[in-house]
């Protein structure tokens, strides 16, 4: 996958995972949300999200977009 179309889909991958795993949606700052959790769910049930080129790699990147996406940039 192109690492913009992975961008693009993050937003509907958090909320398809938080409404899988039971987790409060939509997020505020009041809960901290697993990245470790999302990760081994995408790789579980959507891999070829996992699969784009990035510095310094996918993990971190999507991380970060993440952390965003959960109100949870403070971390960055």
Same mark, same amino acid.
């Given at each position: #996958?192109?690492?913009? /179309? *992975? +961008? &693009?889909?993050?937003?509907?991958?958090? +909320?398809?995972?938080? +409404? %899988? =795993?039971?987790?409060?949606?939509?997020? /505020? &700052?009041?809960?901290?949300?697993?990245? =470790? &959790?999302?990760?081994?769910?995408? +790789?579980?049930?959507?891999?070829?999200? =996992?699969?784009? @080129?990035? *510095?310094?790699?996918? @993990? &971190? *990147? #999507? %991380? #970060? $977009?993440?952390?965003?996406?959960? @109100?949870?940039? $403070? @971390? /960055?």
């Amino acid at each position: #996958m192109k690492k913009g /179309d *992975v +961008e &693009s889909a993050m937003p509907h991958l958090c +909320e398809k995972w938080a +409404e %899988e =795993t039971k987790q409060p949606w939509p997020p /505020d &700052s009041q809960y901290q949300f697993s990245f =470790t &959790s999302f990760w081994s769910w995408l +790789e579980n049930n959507h891999w070829l999200y =996992t699969q784009f @080129r990035a *510095v310094p790699n996918a @993990r &971190s *990147v #999507m %991380e #970060m $977009w993440f952390n965003k996406i959960m @109100r949870q940039a $403070w @971390r /960055d």
